[in-house]
């Protein structure tokens, strides 16, 4: 008997091919209503059971994609990107085919499409958003930049894949800023017209909803982490990272965004015969004297957002979606997990400049725990996994807290590897405070120099200011060593642990490094510093204190590892290194092997013998691990910094 309809399981045609869409296909995948999903072009990573790939789908050709629908019996299209719903995708299909489109028609994208358009409808409908002008004549264009007073924004009104907006500081930036996207067509076409804003100041939120056209169901709030560099700095780029749910998004915040921003857009949007169908994307910006306030819209899930907020996501999104097509949504139940989700994006080297492509990608399958790793900028070659873009993938990572989720999605990541690779080691940075005063053990068997630079800048007991921390105790090898003077000096707690047994024989490093355990158990340390530490760690003492373990060594790993301080520096001399310098890295069996977590330089200079770059570097060793206690402190090394 032939399979009826009722029961027939759904084919879904997804367009797109990056991070977003991959995290679609996963979570179609999941639905039991669905037999395929066919992905056009989708990435190296998409592959499964109910996964296929369309390589040669030419999904600007609306008529071809028709036919696929028609042949794979196609019964939602689901789109990814923004450009294909502002060039008319949805239309075409619903209007020659009858298929469902998850993605509004091409008059209702340009809410996205049109970000003059976007303004002048916001101020229609009364939707909080900054003051502003829409230009489309550079002079007058420039007499307003002029006479404004307040710090503004300009942005190109068209499509610029994420990049056509720009944070002048002067309004002689800003004059230059203008003529290059105007005049210059930094941004081509998408800058014919400007939309020029007010500067807001706040936190921002990424407030996405779904919606049938009449009923909408917001999401948790995320937020997404712009600039290329941790601490928020350097270039922005299409994201870094992203968590959800965003505790800056209070619950009265969320009914406020819901009812004046989302619900009025939708309804704004019905009512110029323009019914948006799909995912309406609003970016917030909560600024502390006026208010939430609207920055931009946009048509289509973001890109990080999607990747924690579809696996928060506990209803089937298949039948999300099929309700939002057919103008059902008030019918199912959208519910979301009572958990917590955390992506970090790993790019390319050179991201958001030039970047290469074509380097080898490792070690994905050995991401475990829970952790999902979402393909972007990824291509399979001859068998193996290689990167093909700027933004290369994403892990995350969910739990029952944010730390939880942090945890999971930086232990994946620490697992991936390929040249060049880079990601932030401090996404979430902005819901996550710290919970008590850190507390660091030394570990030294020379004079402690760095120690003192601690010491000096950040080492308060007791203190109320977070950034002062506790040195708890330090711990030598040496009975008679420079640091355990130091730290009676200022009543730092301070041991000598023996490397001999009652036999006077020395032990095994295994041995003594259980005996430093049991020296520094009372203080209950967060964090371990090996300052001029003459002795290798076992591999059971770096595995107890892993990413809790840092060492600084005086060159510029990975060159002159293994040596040691007065060694290293005659080598750089000998080598004739025009540059020198420190490594704070993470501490490893193999020695000097460890992630890299920050280095600092200096030049070599003619006249310099190994005494003098000494305390040249040795002047940058307490910088750099001050920046590292810091960066660790504030959850910028994928680590809770605070022992349970």
């Known amino acids: 008997m032939a399979e009826s309809?009722?029961?027939?399981?759904?084919?879904?045609?997804?367009?797109?091919?990056?991070?977003?869409?991959?995290?679609m296909a996963w979570k179609l995948a999941q639905s039991p209503k669905v037999g395929k999903v066919l992905v056009a072009p989708g990435n190296g990573g998409v592959n499964g059971p109910k996964l296929e790939r369309l390589l040669d789908l030419n999904v600007k050709d609306h008529q071809a994609v028709l036919d696929v629908c028609k042949k794979h019996g196609v019964s939602l299209v689901a789109v990814g990107p923004e450009i294909p719903l502002a060039e008319g995708i949805a239309?075409?299909?619903?209007?020659?085919?009858?298929?469902?489109?998850?993605?509004?028609?091409?008059?209702?994208?340009?809410?996205?499409a049109s970000k003059a358009f976007s303004k002048d409808f916001m101020a229609k409908y009364k939707i909080p958003t900054a003051e502003y002008k829409n230009f489309t004549d550079f002079k007058a264009a420039q007499e307003y930049l002029k006479q404004v007073k307040h710090k503004v924004v300009i942005k190109a009104s068209g499509l610029a894949a994420g990049k056509g907006v720009v944070l002048p500081e002067t309004t002689e930036e800003a004059l230059e800023n203008l003529e290059s996207?105007?005049?210059?067509?930094?941004?081509?076409?998408?800058?014919?017209?400007?939309?020029?804003?007010?500067?807001?100041?706040?936190?921002?939120?990424?407030?996405?909803?779904?919606?049938?056209?009449?009923?909408?169901?917001?999401?948790?709030?995320?937020?997404?982490?712009?600039?290329i560099f941790e601490g928020d700095k350097g270039p922005n780029t299409g994201g870094m990272g992203a968590y959800s749910p965003a505790p800056v998004l209070t619950e009265d915040l969320r009914q406020f965004v819901l009812k004046n921003v989302l619900q009025a857009a939708v309804d704004g949007m019905r009512a110029e015969g323009r019914k948006f169908v799909g995912v309406l994307y609003a970016g917030m910006m909560l600024d502390p004297k006026k208010g939430p306030q609207a920055l931009e819209f946009n048509?289509?899930?973001?890109?990080?957002?999607?990747?924690?907020?579809?696996?928060?996501?506990?209803?089937?999104?298949?039948?999300?979606?099929?309700?939002?097509?057919?103008?059902?949504?008030?019918?199912?139940?959208?519910?979301?997990?009572?958990?917590?989700?955390?992506?970090?994006?790993?790019?390319?080297?050179?991201?958001?400049?030039?970047?290469?492509?074509?380097?080898?990608?490792?070690?994905?399958?050995?991401?475990?725990?829970?952790?999902?790793?979402?393909?972007?900028?990824?291509?399979?070659?001859?068998?193996?996994?290689?990167?093909?873009?700027?933004?290369?993938?994403?892990?995350?990572?969910?739990?029952?807290?944010?730390?939880?989720?942090?945890?999971?999605?930086?232990a994946g990541m620490d697992k991936i590897k390929f040249e060049g690779m880079q990601f932030r080691r401090d996404i979430a940075h902005r819901a996550l405070k710290p919970e008590r005063q850190l507390r660091v053990a030394v570990l030294?068997?020379?004079?402690?120099?760095?120690?003192?630079?601690?010491?000096?800048?950040?080492?308060?007991?007791?203190?109320?200011?977070?950034?002062?921390i506790n040195v708890c105790c330090v711990v030598s090898n040496r009975s008679k060593a420079g640091i355990l003077a130091r730290a009676e000096k200022y009543s730092i707690p301070h041991h000598f642990v023996s490397c001999k047994g009652e036999d006077g024989k020395i032990v095994s490093r295994d041995v003594y490094d259980k005996r430093v355990d049991k020296a520094m158990e009372p203080y209950k340390p967060d964090l371990i510093l090996l300052i001029g530490y003459m002795r290798i760690v076992s591999g059971g003492?770096?595995?107890?204190?892993?990413?809790?373990?840092?060492?600084?060594?005086?060159?510029?790993?990975?060159?002159?590892?293994?040596?040691?301080?007065?060694?290293?520096?005659e080598a750089v001399l000998k080598a004739k290194e025009t540059e020198t310098g420190c490594t704070v890295h993470f501490v490893e069996e193999k020695v000097d092997a460890g992630e890299i977590v920050i280095q600092k330089s200096c030049p070599v200079e003619e006249n310099d013998t190994p005494s003098s770059l000494k305390n040249k570097v040795q002047k940058l060793e307490g910088e750099a691990l001050i920046e590292a206690i810091e960066k660790f402190r504030l959850y910028q090394l994928g680590v809770n910094p605070f022992r349970e």
């Open 91 to 112: 239309d075409f299909l619903q209007d020659n085919g009858g298929v469902n489109v998850f993605g509004p028609r091409k008059n209702a994208a340009e809410i996205e």
């Open 181 to 227: 996207i105007m005049v210059n067509k930094e941004f081509g076409d998408a800058g014919t017209e400007v939309v020029i804003e007010e500067l807001l100041g706040g936190p921002e939120a990424s407030c996405l909803a779904f919606t049938d056209g009449t009923t909408v169901v917001l999401m948790p709030a995320a937020q997404d982490h712009k600039r």
């Open 541 to 569: 003492f770096c595995e107890r204190w892993e990413k809790r373990l840092l060492n600084v060594h005086p060159s510029l790993l990975p060159k002159f590892a293994g040596g040691m301080d007065g060694d290293v520096h």
């Open 299 to 410: 048509c289509r899930f973001g890109d990080p957002e999607t990747q924690v907020l579809l696996p928060l996501l506990d209803t089937d999104l298949y039948e999300v979606m099929v309700a939002c097509c057919n103008g059902t949504l008030d019918k199912i139940n959208v519910k979301f997990k009572d958990q917590h989700a955390a992506t970090v994006v790993a790019a390319s080297e050179g991201y958001p400049k030039k970047y290469p492509k074509g380097r080898e990608i490792t070690g994905i399958e050995n991401v475990k725990n829970g952790a999902v790793v979402f393909h972007a900028g990824t291509k399979l070659d001859n068998g193996k996994l290689v990167t093909s873009g700027g933004r290369v993938l994403a892990v995350t990572g969910t739990g029952s807290s944010l730390k939880e989720a942090l945890g999971v999605a930086y």
């Open 444 to 468: 030294g068997s020379t004079r402690g120099t760095d120690l003192q630079a601690i010491i000096d800048n950040i080492h308060e007991p007791g203190s109320k200011d977070p950034k002062k």
């Open 5 to 23: 309809k009722e029961t027939k399981l759904a084919t879904v045609l997804l367009i797109g091919g990056g991070g977003r869409e991959h995290t």
